[in-house]
């Protein structure tokens, strides 16, 4: 289950399907996972990596087709494939 915060940013860039100034916009997929901030060598969760994605799609006048999650591997293991993440 995502945080209020993030279901509000998506509620808002799937209202831009309904609003025509959006018609011409690009149309983008989220997909997040585990990762490794290369800096401080801490895990960036799963939802705060969705939240400022979902913040920058709205910077940009974008509209939203998906999220997808995959919460069980991490970006910086070497060799790791996703197993196809899951739709929020």
């Known amino acids: 289950m995502l945080p209020p915060q993030v279901n509000d940013l998506i509620d808002t860039l799937r209202a831009r399907d309904d609003d025509l100034s959006f018609a011409d916009a690009p149309v983008l997929d989220v997909y997040e996972r585990i990762s490794i901030n290369p ?3 801490e895990t960036e969760k799963v ?3 969705i939240e400022d994605t979902l913040r920058e799609v709205l910077r ?3 509209r939203l087709v998906e999220v ?3 919460d069980g591997q991490s970006a910086w293991k070497a060799g790791a494939k996703p197993p196809g993440g899951s739709v929020c």
């Open 60 to 62: 940009r006048r974008a």
């Open 68 to 70: 997808l999650r995959d």
């Open 39 to 41: 800096e401080t060598r």
């Open 47 to 49: 939802d705060r990596q």
